[in-house]
């Protein structure tokens, strides 16, 4: 069994996040590949699939996106979970990503999306990042979960390998 893990990320944290997600499923002994969304170029191979993107003014970042929708018949067929990072922990009201959940399970038929707060830090951003930034008083910082992003891993290699 091998599970492809793709990605879509702006200034880093969420492919940090999808390669915490690869480790503990390769702890739990599941054979994974980790791709940049815009590497993906057939999902039919995998025997699930995970996809997470960076989320920006409610939306995922266009790669991510495009891979769901360039493959959707393909993952209607298997397992597949999606992950969004950007969640303020500070601000738990605000879900970064509810515009698209119900449209990202639709979509995919994912199992199951996963909300991650993220790392905010000024270096990097443009003028329209630094005013969302105030707008929704979000303070900058590392607010990586890991225990939350490995325990949401590992119960997705125990439902692959008990499916097996």
């Known amino acids: 069994m091998t599970v492809l893990v793709a990605y ?19 702890d739990r002994h599941v054979a994974v590949e980790l791709l940049a969304a815009t590497d993906v170029r ?22 991510a996106h495009g891979l769901l929708v360039q493959h ?7 397992p597949v979970w999606v992950f969004s990072v950007g969640r303020i922990p500070q601000r738990p009201e605000i879900d970064i990503a509810a515009p698209q959940v119900v449209w990202l399970l639709a979509t ?17 951003l443009d003028w329209r990042e630094r005013s969302a930034v105030r707008v929704v008083r979000a303070p900058y910082g590392d607010y990586l979960d890991w225990p939350q992003i490995v325990a949401w891993a590992e119960g997705i290699a125990d439902e692959l390998v008990a499916s097996r």
């Open 8 to 26: 879509a990320s702006k200034h880093g944290s969420t492919a940090e996040v999808a390669e915490g997600i690869t480790d503990a499923l390769v």
């Open 42 to 63: 057939d999902v039919g191979r995998y025997d699930a699939v995970i996809v997470g993107s960076a989320v920006y003014y409610g939306r995922w970042l266009a790669a």
């Open 72 to 78: 959707r018949q393909e993952l209607l067929a298997k």
């Open 108 to 124: 995919s038929g994912a199992r199951e999306h996963q909300s991650f707060a993220g790392r905010l830090t000024p270096a990097g």
